[in-house]
């Protein structure tokens, strides 16, 4: 995907609203360096509002799909993703960003959405995406079954250390 698609001239919208739709795919996320997404195919739209004092809204609304791996066995799951987000923008002296509102310069005029279109994907993927059931790599699956028996300080007979035993009984006195 050529990131250019996103870089919006603010002169050139008429007031009012203007619509754009595109999709970004897995060149988008190469090619804006994504850290945790790399893979995807996604559709946005962007409503733009223009109003006459050089205000502008971007509604941006999208949905698709991405690759990323799973926090249990760490295979590449594809999550499904929907968002809806909105930033105000104006032309103003100085390129500059805050909390409510982005200015950009007038004497520029460009305001490149490809960052926050990621963002929004981003921000859109839950904190904890995980395979269907049955479907995690069987074979990291017994691997963590293991090391978590270990780790709870269970021997291969199944008998707890005298240790975790001891601190067991701690944990339970009132």
């Given amino acids: 995907m050529d990131l250019d698609v996103l ?21 988008f996320f190469e090619a804006v360096g994504a850290d945790e997404v790399h893979r995807g195919q996604v559709h946005v739209d ?8 050089d205000v502008f ?19 590449d799951m594809e999550q499904p993703i ?17 909390d409510d509102l982005v200015t950009v310069a007038e004497d520029e005029g460009i305001l ?14 839950p904190i904890r995406h995980v395979h269907a059931p049955g479907k995690c790599n069987p074979a ?5 079954s293991e090391h978590s028996a270990v780790r709870s300080g269970e021997d291969s007979e199944g008998e707890v250390d005298p240790r975790w035993a001891a601190l067991s009984k701690l944990k339970f006195k009132n």
């Fill in 7 to 27: 870089k919006l001239d603010l002169d050139r919208f008429e007031e009012g609203l203007t619509s754009l739709s595109f999709d970004v795919d897995d060149s």
């Fill in 57 to 75: 809204t971007l509604k941006f609304r999208g949905s698709g799909t991405v690759t990323l791996p799973c926090v249990v066995c760490l295979d």
């Fill in 112 to 125: 490149d959405v490809s960052w926050y279109v990621y963002e929004f994907i981003d921000l859109a993927i």
């Fill in 46 to 53: 962007l409503d733009i509002v223009r109003a006459n004092d």
């Fill in 140 to 144: 990291m699956i017994r691997a963590l």
């Fill in 82 to 98: 929907e968002f809806e987000e909105q930033i105000c923008a104006k032309l103003g002296g100085e390129n500059s960003e805050d």
